[in-house]
Structure formats: structure tokens, C-alpha cells
């Protein structure tokens, strides 16, 4: 087994869709290197359902897309980074097709699905619910005909190293278990999300948010840390993962109905089911709250939809439903919300530069500012296609600095035996965020919840595996969005509390930014 290399010209971090566009981007001008922690499966993208945005239908416009993401951003978006995302988006996903993407048709017609707060039908699927994969596995197939990509499995990368003020390089615990050092002319941080900081979250494994933690600690600016949002509808059941019951299922008609079987929706928001999704989670909550039943939760009830048409338009979520014994088309499901995406991440600009030289973000790991306070579904993928590929152009530009020699000795290190002590640390970490920094805040909660991962701090202090690296890196996430959203004395988007309802426009029409110990609005 050969090791990573010592040097490339681009560092991509992350092999989700929004790494891989942007390494399709840059092969032409250099060495490519795609390092993905786990398998290339084991991402947000691969489990992305739904689909991808894109004004692309007869009667739709660009402009009622931009219209739909701004409104569901609650004033928060950077109206330019809006911009730049619903106009990109039909070409790049023509790029797409013409890689072989096979999104679901009618005839040869592209069949566009409607998901929540979407004025129009405008939500490309494929596979029926199976988008992120299909996305996946065609930009992979794409990268391996471009001989400059290598990507690389198992690869973890622990920390950028910056010389004279710029990014020049990563530490990584290589597919060995040995500690190295690669040097890049420029690095991209494609890590994805950090759902893994919740005690529930739809997200995989291996979103432990690593990029932004790195990239934080390295001195970048990071910003809207206090927007995560929660999806209203994910699978509960005892000893069932938090499997997403995808916003398209609204989309086609479902219900959502309280324990005692009523509709709720209609008495939250004239949206009804379809309302953004902040709204519906935190619907969802106030309904268990007022249950008065030991381990609550909602139905989602597809059973009035014709069955043949719903397994063939969710063919995943039929199936994965059966193994618990859940028939959709018959059965109402059991669901509570759970963490699903970051809003924000490693702030940057419209071409995918952070505030540190040397050093770029796309996808769910950066902050563009495109979704504001709350993210409009089925725009992430396209944010990880239409930024990947631009910061690829941006980064082009670094090959003026040319990589270090960097092939340091290599040492090996210990990639397990699973550690007790950093996996309870870990779930402390997840209970306290779900509990006090989750749905709905206070400042009361949120302080006990700073105050406890201060406590904490020691604990995942001086890392030396994988695992407790990503301990590490969900205990400075964690503090960040604690932070951030003690900050916020305001309830805006996805980031509600109790204490401070309403909106205050005056103070908080602004991007939270953190930077060591401070955070300011800009
Ligand atoms: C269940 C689910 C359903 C979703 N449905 C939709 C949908 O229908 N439509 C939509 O638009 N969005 C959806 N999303 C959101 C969307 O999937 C993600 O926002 C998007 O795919 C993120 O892409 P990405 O490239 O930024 O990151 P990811 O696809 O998460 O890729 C991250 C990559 O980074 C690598 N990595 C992470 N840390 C390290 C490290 N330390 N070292 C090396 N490699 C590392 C990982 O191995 C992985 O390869 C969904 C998300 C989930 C979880």
C-alpha cells in the first residue's frame, strides 16, 4: 500500500460533490489530490435524497429561484452569492448530464419535483430518491477519466500548515496509520457538514465538520455558526438510525399528523406541510411538548397517495422503511426532527477564497452567505456544484506558488482500538448540543452548554487518533455554535430563542464571524 503523496499541486479535502467538481476543474492545469477520510460512499452527498435545485422548467425563471432562496434565507443571504448560484445552476447541471448524470424523465422530458417554501416545481431527482448518489457516482466516474486526479480513501487530514501567514499544506494520518505532511500550492477544504455534533442528525458518520475546525484553528474566519438546521422529518425508532424521510414526500402530499392523529401544519403556517423547515420543526416540537406521552413523536402519512406511484417515486424510503417493518404506502411513519445541515462554515467569497491565502472552502463546509439564516432544500448540492467549480478556477491562479518539498519521515501512529473514554466524551458532547443548543434556545441553556464543554475541554485535549481528532474538532464546533448563538440576541432562520423571539433587524441584519476567541457581526 502505497502512502499519500508528499506533494501535488492541489489538495482537495473531501470527495463530495462538492470536492469532486471542483478537482474536474482543476485537473487541466495540475496533480490533483482527492483524500476522502472514509470510502467515497461515506458522505452527505451519497445520502442526499430529494434532489438539486434548478430554474430549468418551462414555467419556471431564475428569478423566482433567487426569489425562493433569499425568502427562505430570512434576510440573511448575500444576495450576490444568491445570485451567482441560481444563475450557474443550469449550466452546470447540463455539465452534469453531459457527464452522465441519469436525473428521472418523463419520455426524454426532465421531470422536476416541488419540495418545501419552492414556488414552482423545480427539484431534479434521480433514482426517484437517490440524487446525491447518482451525482456522486457520475462526478467520480468523471475525475477517473481525468488522469491528473488521484483520490485517495482513509486518508484523514488533522490540521493545515501555514507558513508566513498562507496555507501550504495539511498534516494527515494516512490509509497506514502513519502521521505525514502533504504540501500543496493550494488546498480546498470540501469536508462537509457537522450534523455528527447532535445527538440526532440524518447526517453520516463522517460529518464531524473536520475542515471547519481546521480551518478555525488555523486562524481563518469562520461565520453564521449559529444556523444549523434541523430537518422536521427523520425515522424514529428505537435502535433505527435517524433515517431522512426527504421534504419531497411533503412535496408529493404527505401529511403530518400529531399523536392523536390530527393535521397540525395548517394551525402553524398557511404553508401548511409545506412551510420552511425551521417552522415545521419547531411545529413538530411544540406538538410533543404538549403530548403528554413518555418518548414522543409525529406520523408522516403518505397513506392517502397512490402506493404505486409512492414506491416508484421513493424507492429508497420504501425500502429502507420495510426492513423496520414500515410499509409507507399503508403504515404511517414515525418520525421526530433531527440535525441535517450547517449553514454556516469557513466564511469566503464568491470565488471560494477563506480569509487565509492559500487556503479554500465549497460546499457545506464554507459560508458563502447563499443561505442566509436557513437553507432553502435541495440548494445544497447545487451550492457544492456551482462553488466547487468556481473556487477549481480560483485556485488555478496558485500555481504560482509552486509546493514545498514537505516529504517529512513518516510515523506511524494508532488508528484504534475503539477508546471508551473518547467515545462517551463524544456522546456528552452530542447530548448537550441536542439538549441546549439544539431547536429552540435560551441564553440560560446556552451558557450551561459553554460552560460544560469548557469543562469538557481537557478531555479531548492532545489528540492522537482519528476518532479522538474528531472529538477534538466537535468540541471546538460545538463551543462555536454555542457561542455564535449566545451571540445572536435574536431569533432569525433557523436559530430561534425564546428569550429573544422576534427579529432585531437594527443589530442582527449581519453575518456572525469568529475568529480565535472573538465574535463580532459584519
Ligand atoms: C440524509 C441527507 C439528505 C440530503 N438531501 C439533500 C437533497 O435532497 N438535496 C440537497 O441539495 N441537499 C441534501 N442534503 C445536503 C447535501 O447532501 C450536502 O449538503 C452536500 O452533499 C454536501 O456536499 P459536500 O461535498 O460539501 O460534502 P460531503 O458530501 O459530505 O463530502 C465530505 C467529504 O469530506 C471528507 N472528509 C471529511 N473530513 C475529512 C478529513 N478530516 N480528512 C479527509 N477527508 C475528510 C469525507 O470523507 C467526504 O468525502 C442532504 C443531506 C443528508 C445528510
Redesign the pocket.
Known amino acids: 500500500m502505497e502512502s499519500a503523496p508528499s506533494r501535488t499541486d492541489f489538495l482537495v ?8 467538481r471542483a478537482a474536474v476543474e482543476l485537473a487541466g492545469a495540475g496533480t490533483v489530490l482527492v ?4 470510502e ?1 460512499t ?12 434548478a430554474a430549468l422548467s418551462d414555467e419556471d425563471e431564475i428569478s423566482l429561484h433567487l426569489q425562493d432562496t433569499l425568502q427562505a434565507g430570512d434576510s440573511l443571504c448575500n444576495p450576490e452569492a444568491a445570485k451567482v448560484l441560481v444563475e450557474d445552476a443550469p449550466r452546470r447541471i447540463d455539465e452534469l448530464i453531459q457527464w452522465g448524470t441519469e436525473f428521472d424523465r418523463r419520455g426524454t422530458k426532465l421531470t422536476f419535483g416541488r419540495e418545501g417554501a419552492h414556488s414552482r416545481n423545480r427539484i431534479l431527482h434521480a433514482h426517484g430518491d437517490s ?2 448518489r447518482e451525482i ?1 457516482r457520475a462526478l467520480y466516474a468523471k475525475s477517473k477519466t481525468l488522469k491528473n486526479i488521484s483520490v485517495r480513501e482513509f ?4 490540521d493545515l500548515i501555514v507558513e508566513d501567514g498562507r496555507v501550504c499544506g495539511i498534516h ?1 494520518i494516512n490509509e497506514r496509520g502513519e502521521k505525514q505532511q502533504t504540501s500543496a500550492s493550494a488546498v480546498l477544504l ?4 457537522m ?1 455528527q455534533l447532535y445527538r440526532n442528525t ?3 458518520a ?3 465538520g ?2 471547519v475546525a ?1 480551518a478555525y484553528r488555523a486562524g481563518a474566519e469562520i461565520s453564521d455558526m449559529e444556523f444549523i438546521q434541523f ?1 422536521p422529518t427523520a425515522l424514529y425508532l428505537k435502535n433505527a438510525p435517524r ?2 424521510l ?3 414526500l411533503r412535496g408529493e402530499g404527505a401529511y403530518l399528523r400529531n399523536i392523536e392523529l390530527n393535521r397540525f401544519m395548517p394551525k402553524y403556517h398557511p404553508m401548511g406541510e409545506l412551510a420552511p423547515r425551521d417552522v415545521v420543526a419547531r411545529a413538530i416540537l411544540h406538538e410533543l411538548e404538549v403530548s403528554q406521552v413518555k418518548d414522543p413523536f409525529v406520523y408522516l402519512d403518505l397513506t392517502h397517495l397512490d402506493p404505486e406511484q409512492v414506491k416508484k417515486r421513493f424507492p429508497r424510503i420504501y425500502a429502507t422503511c420495510m426492513e423496520f417493518n414500515i410499509d409507507i404506502t399503508a403504515d404511517m411513519i414515525p418520525i421526530r426532527p433531527a440535525a ?2 450547517a449553514m454556516g462554515g469557513v466564511r469566503t467569497d464568491l470565488v471560494g477564497r477563506c480569509t487565509l491565502p492559500g487556503l479554500y472552502a ?5 459560508a458563502t452567505g447563499v443561505h442566509g439564516a436557513n437553507r432553502l ?8 456544484l456551482v462553488f ?1 467549480a468556481r473556487a477549481g478556477k480560483t485556485m488555478l491562479d496558485e500555481l504560482r506558488h509552486p509546493p514545498a518539498r514537505a516529504a517529512k519521515s513518516h510515523r506511524a501512529v494508532s488508528n484504534g482500538p475503539v477508546d471508551t473514554a473518547t467515545e462517551e466524551v463524544i456522546r456528552e458532547v452530542q447530548d448537550l448540543m441536542w439538549r441546549d443548543v439544539g431547536i429552540v434556545r435560551t441564553g440560560t441553556g446556552l451558557k450551561a452548554a459553554i460552560e460544560q464543554l469548557h469543562r469538557l475541554a481537557p478531555r479531548v485535549a492532545h489528540p492522537q487518533t482519528r476518532r479522538a ?1 474528531e472529538a477534538h474538532n466537535l468540541h471546538a464546533l460545538g463551543l462555536l455554535v454555542a457561542r455564535s448563538a449566545l451571540a445572536r440576541e435574536e431569533s432569525r432562520g433557523a436559530h430561534y430563542r425564546t428569550d429573544f423571539p422576534v427579529h432585531d433587524d437594527a443589530k442582527f441584519l449581519k453575518h456572525s464571524m469568529a475568529k480565535g476567541d472573538a465574535i463580532r457581526f459584519a
Do not use: C
Open positions: 479535502i473531501g470527495a463530495g460533490v462538492a470536492g469532486l483524500l476522502a477520510k472514509r467515497v461515506e458522505s452527505n452527498t451519497q445520502w442526499a435524497q430529494g434532489g438539486i435545485a440524487t446525491g456522486l486518508e484523514f487530514s488533522t494527515l470540501a469536508t462537509g457538514g450534523g440524518t447526517n453520516p463522517v460529518a464531524t473536520d475542515g481546521m430537518h433515517f431522512l426527504s421534504e419531497a441535517h445541515y465549497a460546499g457545506e463546509a464554507a432544500a435541495s440548494n445544497s448540492l447545487l451550492e457544492g466547487g481528532h
